[in-house]
């Protein structure tokens, strides 16, 4: 699968912008049918950062979320910045 057909889009809510600034996480809308090291292989590819960790949930609207958390080297704020959704 291509990385963009991966990772649909970011999310940001309050939630998210909390465990942004937190836990350096950010929260992507992924693909149904991408697994965890796809998900993985995808931020990494499309982001240029290590990903240390990767949690996944369908939303009741039937949606993937994913919660990637970087590692530490990396800061999830610039990454949003550069995003554009902070």
Known sequence: M????????????????????????????VNLKASKPKIRRAVEELYD??????????????????????HPDFKAVDVAIRLGIL
């Open 2 to 29: 291509n990385p963009y057909d991966i990772i649909s889009y970011p999310m940001m809510t309050e939630v998210a912008s909390r465990l942004l600034e937190t836990e350096n996480k950010l929260v992507f809308i």
């Open 49 to 70: 950062v290590r990903v240390q960790r990767v949690n996944v949930l369908i939303t009741p609207k039937g949606k993937k979320k994913a919660f990637v958390k970087l």
